[in-house]
Nanobody
Framework: QVQLVESGGGLVQAGDFLRLSCVASGGTFNNWSMAWFRQAPGKEREFVAR????????RYADSVEGRFTISIDRAKNTMYLEMSSLTPEDPAVYYC???????????????WGQGTQVTVSS
């Protein structure tokens, strides 16, 4: 059974850096899409970034392009989201997700982590 476990969330100040981690287990992820989504209170879950497990091909939401970096350490079965220049628009629960099909749409992902809270103080 595929399991995803996020960590690394917390409270930071605007402009700070934060790195989220997502450890994947229970499956073989070759050619899978690994993604980060986020959901703020009262808002729908939105796409942040995704990366293909085997090729490192990435895609970012316009709102985070140039500030966030998604990566994978295949030796550790871990996906990262490095977030820099955090703004008051970035706070949310951040979720990692995985699926054999590459997509930016949340409902297409079958596997999800429990989420990690990111809070940004101004």
């Amino acid at each position: 059974q595929v399991q995803l476990v996020e960590s690394g969330g917390g409270l930071v100040q605007a402009g700070d850096f934060l790195r989220l981690s997502c450890v994947a287990s229970g499956g073989t992820f070759n050619n899978w899409s690994m993604a980060w989504f986020r959901q703020a209170p009262g808002k729908e879950r939105e796409f942040v970034a995704r990366i293909m497990w085997s090729t490192d091909v990435t895609r970012y939401a316009d709102s985070v392009e140039g500030r966030f970096t998604i990566s994978i350490d295949r030796a550790k079965n871990t996906m990262y989201l490095e977030m820099s220049s955090l703004t008051p628009e970035d706070p949310a629960v951040y979720y990692c997700a995985a699926d054999p099909i590459a997509s930016t749409i949340p409902r297409t992902y079958d596997y999800w982590g429990q989420g990690t809270q990111v809070t940004v103080s101004s």
